[in-house]
C-alpha cells in the first residue's frame, strides 16, 4: 500500500463506524455552483467524494442525544477530511473539503459559495429527503435518518 494511503481506522476515533463514500465525476450541472465554490480552480478533472456516516441516533430528532452525536461525527469526519487532503496535497494533487456545519470549504476559502451536501448526495447518488422544519434531512436507503452527511 502507499504510503500517502489514509486508513480511516488509524484516523477515526473508537469502534470503526459505518462510513460511505463515492467517487464522481462534477456532473455538467452542477460545473457553475462547484466553480463558485472553488473560483479560479479547473473543475475539468476534479472529482467529488460525497461521505455519509451511520448515526447512533435519529438525526431528524432534537435534543442532547441528536446533538453530542452531530458533534462526534462531525470531529470524526474533519479528522478523515484532513488527513485524506493532507495526502493528496502532499503528493502534488488539489484538494479541499467541505465544513458539513456551514458549507464552505476548509483550506480554500476564497469563495464564498455554500455547497449543499443533502443536495449533492440526492444529485449524485439518488437518495430521498424528507422535511424537517426549516431543514431537509437525507433518507439514507439503508440507515433512513440515521445518516450524517459528511
Not at 19 to 34: A, G, L, N
Not at 52 to 80: M, T, Y
Request: a negative charge; charged letters at 20%.
Amino acid at each position: 500500500m502507499p504510503s500517502s494511503c489514509v486508513q480511516a481506522r488509524a484516523v477515526l476515533e473508537g469502534p470503526y463506524p459505518d462510513f460511505e463514500y463515492s467517487i464522481h465525476t462534477i456532473p455538467r450541472t452542477h460545473k457553475d455552483e462547484v466553480s463558485a465554490i472553488f473560483p479560479g480552480v479547473s473543475t475539468d478533472d476534479m472529482l467529488v467524494v460525497p461521505t455519509c456516516q451511520r448515526s447512533a441516533v435519529d438525526l431528524v430528532e432534537w435534543g442532547d442525544d441528536a446533538a453530542k452525536e452531530k458533534d462526534k461525527l462531525l470531529v470524526q469526519f474533519q479528522k478523515l477530511a484532513k488527513a485524506v487532503c493532507d495526502a493528496l496535497i502532499a503528493e502534488g494533487h488539489w484538494a479541499d473539503y467541505i465544513d458539513p456545519c456551514s458549507g464552505l470549504p476548509m483550506i480554500h476559502k476564497e469563495g464564498n459559495t455554500v455547497y449543499g451536501e443533502v443536495q449533492a448526495l440526492v444529485t449524485l447518488l439518488g437518495y430521498s429527503t424528507q422535511n424537517a422544519g426549516c431543514c431537509s434531512v437525507l433518507l439514507h436507503p439503508v440507515w433512513g435518518s440515521s445518516v450524517y452527511p459528511a
